[in-house]
């Protein structure tokens, strides 16, 4: 159980911020009000079988660290600009790597019509934009059949301009859309890139455009929302693999079409949501001269119910199911996911809360899924249950 | 029966709460916004921001009081959340870029005073308020 001294900066950082901040910090250029908010936390880790999530969780883990900072401004009625840095240190994931999370202009000219350009966050599903944003959910980690945190920068953001806005349905309730094109980010950081280590490969050049919409209805029963998400993205991949003598390889794909539905029911203390995600991708690759292909399709989806059983405390339970479609091994354990958490979370101030949240995952899914479990970090093997617990603060102002 | 006192009691405390968390508060506006009238569903979606201006086209922004049974019962009836969940909400919209925290005031004086020299603000108060300088908007 290594805990390091960014970790222990980090962590008085975290201690000492929410006396000192517990209210945004607001300042004024030329007359301009700006909005400063940030966000941080801590988690702690301990599985009983497989290394989890990159970090070494079978001798307890302190390597789940991540924050960001937010600057935004209103500056005439109809215009704002903003931008978000955002940093993560999750055992191999992100290490320390500061990123542009956002930024852009947003031209609001009607309620029903409006644009963003710049780096946007994409939206998908139920989360995808508010992801790292842990305070915002119920969970320490969130379901990762759908939000895999090694995988956020594949679909997080894109550079592209958006067009927004919320059409009202008078009794019928309001429509909320966002239609986005824009080229595709990525994290040479993130699990893809060590996923495909893992196999041999190491990507030199990584590319693509994206393009989608998501719509999400709130119904006219109180608290109901339904959506669903449409993305399809394109891929462009140079690399050299090192079972072929390091041979030059090319990745491409004519599409990778993801599709969410998903509701979202709060009512009361309760609170229900559950999404179902399809990730359609077939490979075109090149190797020494000869061309195949490989399915890399896989599917996801969760369900979830929380409980306030006091105004600080939220109890919830859900369950996440990963499928592969083609694994690259007949091994049972190693074409699904499943996992079922149970958590408490307990808001200690309005700005801070600790959770304690425990893991019950049978299989690994496919070894090149990167969905958690890697070779690298498990050079012994995978077995095929997992269970962790995961204890995790967080702090925003 | 010897439990009858207190189930009078424990219910006239509870009529008492209910009728303080139904409709003790006013809705109060800058002089700039030209409606006199909101529906409910306009409301909820100022203060959702997903309205910024109204059907007479006055840009209006919402504030809010931080705590207290005003804001809860205002919360809980015209945006049909709880003050927790209305406190995610707005936070999934700054982190996000989409919005901005909306401002707010700890008590019913700073919120009319600030709502008097804001162009397009629109807050409540509990209805006792006085409310100088600002109009008070009717719910229909």
């Given at each position: 159980?290594?805990?390091?001294?960014?970790?222990?900066?980090?962590?008085?950082?975290?201690?000492?911020?929410?006396?000192?901040?517990?209210?945004?910090?607001?300042?004024?250029?030329?007359?301009?009000?700006?909005?400063?908010?940030?966000?941080?936390?801590?988690?702690?880790?301990?599985?009983?079988?497989?290394?989890?999530?990159?970090?070494?969780?079978?001798?307890?883990?302190?390597?789940?660290?991540?924050?960001?900072?937010?600057?935004?401004?209103?500056?005439?009625?109809?215009?704002?600009?903003?931008?978000?840095?955002?940093?993560?240190?999750?055992?191999?994931?992100?290490?320390?790597?500061?990123?542009?999370?956002?930024?852009?202009?947003?031209?609001?000219?009607?309620?029903?019509?409006?644009?963003?350009?710049?780096?946007?966050?994409?939206?998908?599903?139920?989360?995808?934009?508010?992801?790292?944003?842990?305070?915002?959910?119920?969970?320490?980690?969130?379901?990762?059949?759908?939000?895999?945190?090694?995988?956020?920068?594949?679909?997080?953001?894109?550079?592209?301009?958006?067009?927004?806005?919320?059409?009202?349905?008078?009794?019928?309730?309001?429509?909320?859309?966002?239609?986005?094109?824009?080229?595709?980010?990525?994290?040479?950081?993130?699990?893809?890139?060590?996923?495909?280590?893992?196999?041999?490969?190491?990507?030199?050049?990584?590319?693509?455009?994206?393009?989608?919409?998501?719509?999400?209805?709130?119904?006219?029963?109180?608290?109901?929302?339904?959506?669903?998400?449409?993305?399809?993205?394109?891929?462009?991949?140079?690399?050299?693999?090192?079972?072929?003598?390091?041979?030059?390889?090319?990745?491409?794909?004519?599409?990778?079409?993801?599709?969410?539905?998903?509701?979202?029911?709060?009512?009361?203390?309760?609170?229900?949501?559950?999404?179902?995600?399809?990730?359609?991708?077939?490979?075109?690759?090149?190797?020494?001269?000869?061309?195949?292909?490989?399915?890399?399709?896989?599917?996801?989806?969760?369900?979830?119910?929380?409980?306030?059983?006091?105004?600080?405390?939220?109890?919830?339970?859900?369950?996440?199911?990963?499928?592969?479609?083609?694994?690259?091994?007949?091994?049972?354990?190693?074409?699904?996911?499943?996992?079922?958490?149970?958590?408490?979370?307990?808001?200690?101030?309005?700005?801070?809360?600790?959770?304690?949240?425990?893991?019950?995952?049978?299989?690994?899914?496919?070894?090149?899924?990167?969905?958690?479990?890697?070779?690298?970090?498990?050079?012994?093997?995978?077995?095929p249950t997992t269970n962790m617990l995961v204890i995790?603060?967080?702090?925003?102002? | 029966?010897?439990?009858?006192?207190?189930?009078?009691?424990?219910?006239?405390?509870?009529?008492?709460?209910?009728?303080?968390?139904?409709?003790?508060?006013?809705?109060?506006?800058?002089?700039?916004?030209?409606?006199?009238?909101?529906?409910?569903?306009?409301?909820?979606?100022?203060?959702?921001?997903?309205?910024?201006?109204?059907?007479?086209?006055?840009?209006?922004?919402?504030?809010?009081?931080?705590?207290?049974?005003?804001?809860?019962?205002?919360?809980?009836?015209?945006?049909?959340?709880?003050?927790?969940?209305?406190?995610?909400?707005?936070?999934?919209?700054?982190?996000?870029?989409?919005?901005?925290?909306?401002?707010?005031?700890?008590?019913?004086?700073?919120?009319?005073?600030?709502?008097?020299?804001?162009?397009?603000?629109?807050?409540?108060?509990?209805?006792?308020?006085?409310a100088g300088g600002v109009k008070t908007i009717e719910?229909?």
């Amino acid at each position: 159980m290594i805990f390091g001294i960014k970790n222990a900066v980090f962590l008085a950082a975290l201690y000492v911020a929410p006396a000192a901040l517990n209210a945004q910090v607001d300042f004024k250029l030329f007359d301009r009000t700006f909005q400063v908010h940030g966000f941080a936390s801590q988690g702690f880790a301990y599985s009983g079988q497989n290394n989890y999530l990159t970090m070494k969780t079978s001798t307890g883990s302190f390597a789940m660290t991540d924050g960001g900072v937010t600057v935004s401004s209103q500056l005439t009625d109809k215009f704002r600009v903003g931008a978000q840095i955002y940093d993560r240190n999750v055992g191999e994931l992100g290490k320390w790597r500061p990123q542009l999370d956002w930024a852009y202009g947003d031209y609001k000219f009607k309620d029903w019509f409006g644009v963003r350009a710049g780096k946007v966050k994409t939206a998908l599903g139920l989360f995808n934009d508010t992801q790292d944003m842990e305070f915002l959910h119920t969970w320490a980690v969130l379901p990762q059949a759908v939000y895999p945190v090694d995988l956020r920068a594949n679909v997080i953001a894109h550079t592209g301009a958006d067009m927004y806005g919320t059409v009202s349905l008078h009794k019928l309730g309001a429509l909320n859309y966002t239609a986005y094109v824009g080229t595709r980010t990525n994290d040479p950081r993130g699990g893809y890139y060590l996923a495909t280590a893992d196999a041999g490969l190491a990507i030199k050049e990584f590319s693509g455009i994206v393009g989608g919409w998501d719509a999400r209805w709130n119904t006219p029963i109180e608290g109901l929302m339904i959506g669903g998400s449409w993305l399809n993205q394109t891929e462009n991949i140079n690399g050299t693999i090192a079972p072929y003598g390091n041979a030059p390889i090319q990745i491409s794909d004519d599409f990778e079409q993801t599709t969410a539905v998903y509701a979202d029911y709060m009512r009361g203390k309760w609170h229900f949501n559950g999404e179902f995600r399809r990730n359609k991708n077939v490979l075109d690759i090149s190797l020494l001269g000869a061309r195949s292909q490989a399915d890399a399709g896989d599917k996801g989806w969760f369900v979830s119910a929380a409980y306030h059983v006091t105004k600080k405390l939220e109890m919830g339970v859900y369950n996440s199911r990963y499928y592969v479609n083609v694994p690259t091994t007949p091994i049972p354990a190693g074409d699904h996911i499943f996992d079922q958490a149970v958590t408490a979370r307990y808001d200690i101030t309005r700005f801070w809360n600790v959770k304690v949240e425990g893991h019950f995952i049978d299989g690994y899914g496919d070894l090149y899924s990167a969905h958690g479990f890697y070779l690298g970090s498990n050079p012994q093997g995978l077995k095929p249950t997992t269970n962790m617990l995961v204890i995790r603060t967080g702090f925003n102002f | 029966m010897k439990h009858l006192p207190c189930l009078a009691v424990a219910a006239a405390c509870l009529s008492l709460s209910l009728n303080v968390s139904a409709a003790d508060f006013k809705l109060i506006a800058n002089s700039s916004v030209g409606a006199s009238t909101i529906s409910g569903d306009e409301l909820k979606s100022v203060f959702l921001i997903t309205k910024t201006s109204l059907g007479d086209g006055s840009h209006v922004e919402p504030v809010l009081l931080k705590s207290g049974a005003t804001h809860e019962a205002f919360v809980k009836q015209y945006l049909g959340k709880s003050d927790s969940a209305l406190q995610t909400y707005y936070r999934g919209l700054v982190f996000t870029g989409k919005g901005s925290m909306p401002k707010e005031l700890s008590t019913d004086a700073e919120v009319v005073a600030y709502v008097a020299k804001t162009k397009g603000a629109i807050g409540y108060v509990s209805s006792g308020t006085a409310a100088g300088g600002v109009k008070t908007i009717e719910v229909n």
